[in-house]
Nanobody, 127 residues
């Protein structure tokens, strides 16, 4: 069993920054990648960013490129999402996911390849 625990959400003014963390615990040895998704009220869950666990390759949604940075600390089994220049439309519940799919780098934005999800952390950006 693998558990994911997100933290770092909160309320911030537009233009501000937040750093989200997602710590994985349990049987994490077969991780191929981890990603961040978000879901705003009344909308479907959407891809934000992803990172391959061994090579560290990163992937971003167009809406966050240049503003968000994903990184991972393999020793701590933790993935981070640094969010800068936040906008009102970034308001959502942010979820981290873990994937054991060995073709991860071919489709990191596909929710169905993620085996485990955290409980989510709320990010609210005031305009």
């Amino acid at each position: 069993q693998v558990q994911l625990a997100e933290s770092g959400g909160g309320l911030v003014q537009a233009g501000g920054s937040l750093r989200l963390s997602c710590a994985a615990s349990g049987r994490t040895f077969s991780t191929y990648g981890m990603g961040w998704f978000r879901q705003a009220p009344g909308k479907e869950r959407e891809f934000v960013a992803a990172v391959t666990w061994y090579g560290g390759s990163t992937y971003y949604a167009d809406s966050v490129k240049g503003r968000f940075t994903i990184s991972r600390d393999s020793a701590k089994n933790t993935v981070y999402l640094q969010m800068n220049s936040l906008k009102y439309e970034d308001t959502a519940v942010y979820y981290c996911g873990r994937s054991t799919y060995n073709g991860y780098s071919t489709r990191p934005s596909t929710p169905t390849i993620y085996n485990n999800w955290g409980q989510g952390t709320q990010v609210t950006v005031s305009s």
